[in-house]
């Protein structure tokens, strides 16, 4: 009885108030939601075993070279060791970069912000970090003027044209540090790394017409091997900043081709250049640049502070 008089009830309450039904024209109300959500974790571009054994393989070739030439000075007298001190200071200096980047002293997490924009939602980000070795810039600021110095000893370039090659060298390599740094998606990353290309025209018009002037003052064989060796240099270096828009610039290659392909360039460039350039050296009498005087002696006796000596003598 009491189930049959609650039944009556629940029936005249859903006459006089109607449940709404859904209909075929109604549009939900709230957009849908996007698939990346903001505040996701971040991504990590680092090196793997693959790239830190690498840095670890370049850091002992690097040294065996250093070595090798080191040995090679000692056949020939000290005032005919230019090149050889300059080649040995280059790669002994890429040793100790290597060493860095391997331990991890010489490397840089650099923040990379990406905006993802839609239409009916806010806007999402996805924060990246990814690694930069700045011990790589500081190597290069030190032994590409060095290597610079021995093509322009080689040709007999003069010293205003030297240096002012060694400072487009290095403007070079800073502004190249500045766009590693830069923030994704602005004119000042991609504006530095134009920069630096600039610069190195500046180095390669210097090499190409005033080296090659004045190698074929110097006759025509050595003229011969510096076309050779500056051809050589100027391809690796052109592959640099390829290099360089691939990985730090568009970070389309991964850290670890970047680390691959910067040590097969370091190794061709420094270590293999080295060699070639005192094996022709020691067999070509015209690449000679003898040096005297305080580079061989020492300080001349002239003008030396004696001490003990009796002034009356």
């Known amino acids: 009885m009491i189930v049959d008089q609650f039944e009556d009830v629940m029936k005249k309450t859903s006459q006089l108030f109607p449940l709404p039904t859904a209909s075929a024209s109604s549009t939900p109300s709230v957009a849908p939601v996007p698939s990346v959500v903001p505040g996701s974790k971040p991504i990590y571009e ?28 000692w056949k020939v007298p000290v005032s005919k060791r230019l090149f050889h001190v300059i080649t040995t200071i280059i790669t002994l200096t890429a040793a100790l970069s290597y060493f ?36 790589r810039y500081i190597d290069w600021c030190i032994t590409t003027p060095l290597l610079l110095l ?16 060694i400072v487009a060298d290095v403007i070079m390599i800073l502004t190249g540090l500045f766009a590693a740094f830069g923030a994704e998606g602005t004119p000042q990353k991609w504006g530095w790394y134009t920069i630096s290309c600039i610069a190195f ?7 190409v017409l005033n080296g090659g002037a004045n190698a074929r003052a110097k006759g025509d064989k050595l003229r011969t091997f510096f076309v050779s060796i500056g051809a050589y240099t100027l391809i690796l270096w052109t592959a640099y900043p ?5 990985a730090d610039g568009s970070r389309k290659a991964g850290v670890d081709g970047e680390i691959i392909a910067y040590a ?16 022709v050296h020691a067999n070509m009498r015209e690449s000679d640049v003898e040096l005297n005087g305080f580079w061989a002696n020492g300080l001349s006796r002239e003008g030396a502070i004696r001490i003990g000596e009796d002034d009356g003598a």
């Open 46 to 73: 680092v090196a793997s075993d693959t790239g830190n054994k690498t840095l670890w393989v370049v850091f002992v070739l690097m040294l065996i070279a250093s070595a090798a030439f080191t040995a090679m000075s």
């Open 100 to 135: 860095a980047m391997a331990t991890g002293h010489g490397v840089s997490l650099n923040k990379v912000v990406l905006r993802e924009q839609h239409d009916h939602v806010p806007d999402t980000t996805q924060v990246i970090y990814r690694e930069v070795y700045f011990a």
């Open 150 to 165: 021995d093509l322009g000893l080689l040709a007999g370039m003069s010293g205003a044209h030297i240096i002012m090659a």
């Open 201 to 207: 025209i500046f180095v390669i018009w210097h090499l």
């Open 242 to 246: 390829i290099v360089w828009g691939l």
């Open 264 to 279: 097969v360039l370091d190794v061709l460039a420094k270590g293999v250049f080295g060699a070639w350039l005192l094996i």
